[in-house]
């Protein structure tokens, strides 16, 4: 069974503190993968693409070890507004997405 | 900066009552989801739709559902006899599908509450 597996939290951390949580994904054909973010019954909204040689975007920053089907986000440098719950999103083919159940994360000031 | 809309933003109806959710996909844009995420769950797909047709469907999306597109704007989820299981806050997205950027752009949803 395809499945999309995280970390679920949740982390409590301090402003200023680094967190990082983990994916790992069942599918080794999986083709494209996602950190999307989604707060309290509003809609997913896409963070940052994965991609193979790992990549940045301010404070966030995404592995992919595709050998073990892992993928990893770190954000550094919390804000108050990180908090949110983290969805790590698997794209096995043209046509639908698969999501984990979420990472919640709360940064406290 | 173009995005997905979504009505109701709230849908409250009875067991075995039928309903639409509607849906305006981002112009230009060539596929069309919906996906459903019950209260504390997984966001969980549904169905694709593309060039006018279903391209794929969950185990969810049994006969009790249909989608369509009527027009060049608006695309519908209808379930035809609503069940308190179908309960969920149900999220449309869309992609543009001409280039490798494979980002989906997902509405705001509706809350769909069966009684």
């Known amino acids: 069974r395809k499945e999309v597996e995280q970390d679920p939290g949740p982390f409590n951390v301090p402003e200023g503190a680094t967190v990082a949580f983990n994916c790992t994904y069942s599918?080794?054909?999986?083709?494209?993968f996602f950190w999307y973010r989604q707060d309290c019954r509003k809609e997913p909204k896409l963070l940052m693409s994965?991609?193979?040689s790992g990549n940045e975007d301010g404070r966030f920053t995404a592995q992919l070890n595709r050998a073990s089907q892992y993928i990893s986000l770190l954000i550094r440098d919390s804000k108050l507004s990180d908090s949110a719950t983290y969805l790590c999103?698997?794209?096995?083919?043209?046509?639908?997405?698969?999501f984990g159940a979420g990472t919640t994360v709360t940064v406290r000031a | 900066e173009p995005e997905v809309t979504q009505t109701p933003s709230h849908q409250v109806t009875q067991m075995g009552q039928e309903v639409i959710l509607r849906c305006v996909p981002i112009?230009?844009?060539?596929?069309f989801y919906w996906y459903r995420q019950i209260l504390g769950q997984k966001v969980e797909f549904l169905v694709s739709?593309?060039?006018?047709?279903?391209?794929?469907k969950s185990e969810i999306f049994d006969d009790q559902f249909s989608v369509e597109r009527p027009d060049g704007s608006n695309f519908t989820l209808k379930i035809r006899s609503t069940k308190l299981e179908d309960s969920a806050m149900y999220f449309c997205?869309?992609?543009?599908?001409?280039?490798?950027?494979?980002?989906?752009?997902f509405g705001p949803g509706t809350r769909l509450t069966v009684l």
């Open positions: 994965v991609y193979s």
């Open positions: 997205a869309s992609r543009d599908g001409r280039n490798s950027y494979n980002e989906q752009f």
């Open positions: 999103v698997v794209n096995d083919d043209d046509y639908k997405l698969s």
């Open positions: 112009s230009n844009h060539l596929y």
């Open positions: 739709f593309y060039n006018n047709e279903i391209s794929e």
């Open positions: 599918n080794s054909a999986s083709q494209s």
